[in-house]
């Protein structure tokens, strides 16, 4: 159980497009996502929180309209990188909490896979 | 910012031998999480221990928590060479917080 998928793996685009990740819980509802970006051999880094139905809280530093976030479901989230360029090429990784229960009163995150995005 | 701080950044070990990780961190926490990380992929859930806990087991690992030093460590014994990977821990300060914070990470290379 607690399963989270992340699609695309990996992706390859051209500078000035917009990539869209998605993030699926696929066998709980998970009231709250979690977006972070990791550079090689650093750490994980939020970017932003996600409830269900209502707007992204974002870290400070991260710019809300350059990286786009929709959690229209309580199993997907979106996030949605603009007009991306270079320096946005990383390691996009989602978490998913689940909305009720044991885990959801830990704070117990379950991960995805990851998205490795290369802008060229 | 990053609130845990881990040390050692990089450990190298024969296999067969017990690896061991420290994590600290600055404010009060509700609990404390330990993932790994194999080379390009996401994390795997480890073990979490509680701001009331000291100490617990799960397998190969045992993880202790220190809340007066604010510290935190994880011992694999026995390691194996599929224990490669990352290490990273993160805390979660409660209070209805759901962020994690996570540490810089120690990177476990065990040798064969």
């Known amino acids: 159980g607690a399963v989270v998928s992340q699609h695309p793996s990996w992706v390859i685009c051209k500078s000035g497009t917009s990539v869209k990740i998605e993030c699926r819980s696929l066998?709980?509802?998970?009231?709250?996502m979690f977006w972070y970006r990791q550079f090689p051999k650093q750490s994980l880094m939020l970017m932003a929180t996600s409830n269900e139905g209502s707007k992204a809280t974002y870290e400070q530093g991260v710019e809300k309209d350059k990286f786009l976030i929709n959690h229209a479901s309580l199993t997907l989230s979106t996030l949605t990188v603009t007009s991306a360029h270079p320096e946005d090429s990383s390691f996009y990784i989602c978490?998913?909490?689940?909305?009720?229960?044991?885990?959801?009163?830990?704070?117990?995150?379950?991960f995805g896979p990851g998205t490795r995005l290369t802008v060229l | 910012s990053q609130q845990g701080e881990e040390d050692p950044q990089a450990l190298s070990i024969q296999e067969g031998e017990n690896a061991t990780m420290n994590c600290s961190y600055k404010t009060s926490i509700n609990n404390l999480q330990w993932y790994r990380q194999n080379s390009g992929r996401g994390l795997v859930h480890l073990i979490l221990i509680r701001s009331n806990e000291r100490e617990k087991h799960s397998g190969r690992l045992r993880v202790t928590l220190d809340t007066s030093k604010k510290s935190s460590s994880l011992l694999i014994t026995a390691s194996r060479a599929a224990d490669t990977a990352s290490y990273f821990c993160?805390?979660?300060?409660?209070?209805?917080?759901?962020?994690?914070?996570f540490g810089q990470g120690t990177r476990l290379t065990i040798n064969p």
């Open positions: 066998d709980f509802q998970a009231t709250t």
């Open positions: 978490s998913a909490r689940e909305g009720f229960g044991r885990a959801w009163l830990s704070n117990e995150q379950f």
């Open positions: 993160a805390t979660d300060k409660g209070q209805g917080a759901q962020k994690l914070v």
